[in-house]
C-alpha cells in the first residue's frame, strides 16, 4: 500500500507558476515510479510527468516539456511537480500517483493515486 497527499495547487493567472508537491508513505517505496496525472471536468485522465525513485529518471508528457518539472527529495518521501509559464488549458485537478511500472503511469492508470489538488488558471 502506498499513500499520497497533494499540496500548493491554487488559482494562478495566465504565465505564471505553481509548486504542487506530494508526500508518500508506505512499504518499498523505492521500487515505484511517482508521477502527476491531471484532469479536467468532461475530459479524460492526461498523464503529465513521472520520475524514478532511484536515479532520479524522468518523464513527460510533450506539452508538458519545457515549461513543467518533476523532482523528488528521497529523504522526505516527496514529489515535486514545478509548473511554469500555466495557461488556462492546464486547469485541472491534480493527482499524484504511483506505480512499480512506469507504463501504467504514462497511461494516467497507475495503481495508486491522491485526492488530487485543484489548479486553475486564469486568462
Known amino acids: 500500500q502506498v499513500q499520497l497527499v497533494e499540496s500548493g495547487g491554487g488559482l494562478v493567472q495566465a504565465g505564471g507558476s505553481l509548486s504542487l508537491s506530494c508526500v508518500a508513505s508506505?512499504?518499498?517505496?523505492?521500487?515505484?515510479?511517482l508521477g502527476w496525472f491531471r484532469q479536467a471536468p468532461g475530459k479524460e485522465r492526461e498523464f503529465v510527468a513521472a520520475?524514478?525513485?532511484?536515479?532520479?529518471?524522468?518523464i513527460y508528457a510533450d506539452s508538458m516539456k519545457g515549461r513543467f518539472t518533476i523532482s523528488r527529495d528521497n529523504a522526505k518521501n516527496t514529489v515535486t511537480l514545478q509548473m511554469n509559464g500555466l495557461k488556462p488549458e492546464d486547469t485541472a485537478n491534480y493527482y499524484c500517483?504511483?506505480?512499480?511500472?512506469?507504463?501504467?503511469?504514462?497511461?494516467?492508470?497507475?495503481?495508486?493515486w491522491g485526492q488530487g489538488t485543484q489548479v486553475t488558471v486564469s486568462s
Open positions: 520520475i524514478g525513485w532511484i536515479g532520479g529518471s524522468t
Open positions: 508506505g512499504r518499498a517505496l523505492r521500487t515505484y515510479f
Open positions: 500517483a504511483a506505480d512499480q511500472v512506469v507504463g501504467p503511469l504514462r497511461l494516467a492508470q497507475p495503481e495508486y
